[in-house]
C-alpha cells in the first residue's frame, strides 16, 4: 500500500515519495531511484519525472501530486498510466491470484494510410476522459517517424498526450510525450512491424471527464 501522505510538501518531498513509489511498483527496494521536480501544471498538478536503476535494466516513471503537493494522483511507468497502484491496489510486479498485470484494452483504434505518394497526414479526433485512442501504422527499421501533437479545442485544460509502443509491445513504450514533449518528434525506428500511437489524457482532464480535440500530423521517412 501507498504511505499515507501527512502534510502540504514541498517539491523535495514530492521527489522522495516519488522515489520511493518507483521502488514499490518495480518491488525492488534496494534499486537506486532519481527523480526531478518539473514544476506545477496548469491545472494546479505537479509533475516529478525519475528513473529507476534495475538489475539488468533502467526504467522511467513519473508521478503526478495534487495541487497542496501531499497526495500522489497518477502514477505512469512502462509507457501507461497506472490507477490501480495510486488506488492502493498493489504493484504489477506483486504476484496475485490470477497471475494477471493491470493492463487496459484498447478503447478505440484506427489504422494509419498514407495517400499515393505521400509519406505523411494530419489526424484529427477528441480524447474524452480515461478514454484513449491507438493510431496502428506500419514502418520499416530504420525509417524515421515523426509526430506533432496539437490541442484543437477543449473545454479543459488540455493536457493530451501520446506514447509510441512498439511492435509486439503489451504497454511498454518508446516514447513518452507527457515526459519528452508532444512537439516536433523525430523517432528513428528500431525494427520493422506495426508501430501504434496511444492518445490519452493526463490530470484533471482524464479524472473529471474533460474533452480535448486534437490534431496530430504523422509522417514516415
Known amino acids: 500500500m501507498l ?11 514530492m521527489m522522495e515519495d516519488c522515489r520511493n513509489n ?5 518491488q525492488d527496494f534496494e534499486a537506486r531511484s532519481e527523480t526531478i521536480y518539473q514544476g506545477q501544471r496548469t491545472d494546479g498538478t505537479h509533475a516529478v ?3 529507476i536503476y534495475l538489475e539488468n535494466r533502467s526504467e522511467r516513471f513519473q508521478c503526478s501530486y495534487n495541487p497542496a503537493g501531499d497526495m500522489l494522483v497518477e502514477f505512469s511507468a512502462e509507457g501507461q498510466i497506472w490507477p490501480g497502484f495510486v488506488r492502493g491496489d498493489g504493484s504489477p510486479y506483486m504476484a496475485s491470484s490470477t497471475g494477471a ?24 479526433g477528441a480524447i474524452v476522459g480515461r478514454n ?20 484543437d479545442g477543449t473545454n479543459g485544460d ?18 513518452n510525450s507527457s515526459m519528452d514533449g508532444n512537439s516536433g518528434v523525430t ?20 479524472d473529471t471527464g474533460k474533452t480535448v480535440g486534437y490534431d496530430l500530423d504523422v509522417s514516415i521517412n
Open 49 to 51: 519525472n525519475g528513473t
Open 132 to 151: 484513449y485512442f491507438d493510431y496502428s501504422l506500419r514502418a520499416n527499421a530504420g525509417q524515421t517517424l515523426y509526430l506533432d501533437l496539437n490541442v
Open 187 to 206: 523517432l528513428t525506428l528500431p525494427e520493422s512491424g506495426v508501430y501504434v500511437v496511444r492518445l490519452y489524457l493526463m490530470g484533471n482532464d482524464r
Open 158 to 175: 488540455g493536457t493530451i498526450y501520446f506514447n509510441v509502443l512498439p511492435p509486439g509491445s503489451t504497454g511498454e513504450a518508446i516514447y
Open 101 to 124: 498485470s493491470e493492463r487496459p484494452a484498447s478503447e478505440t483504434a484506427a489504422e494509419v494510410t498514407f495517400a499515393p505518394g505521400d509519406y505523411g497526414t494530419m489526424l484529427e
Open 3 to 13: 504511505a499515507a501522505p501527512v502534510s502540504a510538501q514541498s517539491p523535495e518531498y
Open 22 to 26: 518507483s521502488q514499490i511498483f518495480y
